[in-house]
T-cell receptor, first 116, second 114 residues
């Protein structure tokens, strides 16, 4: 079964600085997708960024970018120019290609604090 | 589109009571799931469904039932509530199979069992 690990339960960053959140996953599949979700205090789950495993190019969305290392099964999230509104729980997620089983596997999350 | 809706937003139950958390989506998604999130923790999968009439257990199914009679609705039933079921419950939906589309989440239901 696929597993997703986030080894940093908590992180903090100074406003305007850059922070990187780690995510590793375990799979025997060659085709899959990876996601980062943000959960602010409002509890709403918000998609931050997504990555196709067959693409070597790292995805970027404004201040958010990923470092996808397929061989190492690593999918880290970099937040540049951190803002107070970035403070949230961040979840890494893996999507399988199973049409009949569980599609998504989530990591345990990293709580990010942004210091003014 | 309303997306994924959940009702109620808050609920307080006494031990032993039963109730149903409602979840509906209007995006014609095949895949729907229920998660619970305990304080400071991640999401744990309770049950999921890959289409109408098909459901399966996730990581923590005990004490919960689900059914999927239509594509749109995926209710979660607590049979006999226990304090250990105090949690925030999220319903989510997506297209089934390998697609780039993400899983869409409802706003959550905060449940307290006394």
């Amino acid at each position: 079964a696929q597993t997703v690990t986030q080894s940093q339960p908590e992180m903090s960053v100074q406003e305007a600085e850059t922070v990187t959140l780690s995510c590793t996953y375990d799979t025997s599949e060659s085709d899959y997708y990876l996601f980062w979700y943000k959960q602010p205090p409002s509890r709403q789950m918000i998609l931050v960024i997504r990555q196709e495993a067959y693409k070597q190019q790292n995805a970027t969305e404004n201040r958010f970018s990923v470092n996808f290392q397929k061989a190492a099964k690593s999918f880290s999230l970099k937040i540049s120019d951190s803002q107070l509104g970035d403070a949230a729980m961040y979840f890494c997620a893996y999507r399988t290609d199973d049409n009949y089983g569980q599609n998504f596997v989530f990591g345990p999350g990293t709580r990010l604090s942004v210091l003014p | 589109n309303a997306g994924v809706t959940q009702t109620p937003k808050f609920q307080v139950l006494k031990t032993g009571q039963s109730m149903t958390l409602q979840c509906a989506q209007d995006m014609n998604h095949e895949y729907m799931s229920w998660y619970r999130q305990d304080p400071g923790m991640g999401l744990r999968l309770i049950h999921y469904s890959v289409g109408a009439g098909i459901t399966d257990q996730g990581e923590v199914p005990n004490g919960y039932n689900v059914s999927r009679s239509t594509t749109e609705d995926f209710p979660l039933r607590l049979l006999s509530a226990a304090p250990s079921q105090t949690s925030v419950y999220f319903c989510a939906s997506s297209y089934a199979g390998l697609k780039i589309d993400e899983q869409f989440f409802g706003p959550g239901t905060r449940l307290t069992v006394l």
